[in-house]
């Protein structure tokens, strides 16, 4: 993903373009309301911990969820 461009709208809102990966979309996160998450966990998350999450991958040779960088 890459921010081309963010511009403030007169309205406060937010002119965003993206550039993404073929394997990549958007999820839009609204502030101070609550989202189940899908089948199998169904837990009912709060936005401000959907915002923190971070991408990993599983590590077959450590047996364990690694934090990706980049």
Not at 18 to 39: A, Q, S, T, W
Not at 47 to 56: G, K, Q, R, T
């Amino acid at each position: 993903m890459k921010i081309v461009s963010d511009i403030p709208t007169k309205a406060g809102k937010r002119k965003l373009v993206m550039l993404l990966e073929p394997n990549e979309f958007v999820l839009v996160i609204k502030e101070d309301r609550h989202y189940k998450l899908g089948y199998p966990v169904e837990d009912i998350m709060a936005s401000h911990i959907l915002s923190e999450a971070h991408e990993v991958s599983w590590c077959s040779i450590e047996q364990k969820w690694l934090g990706n960088h980049g």
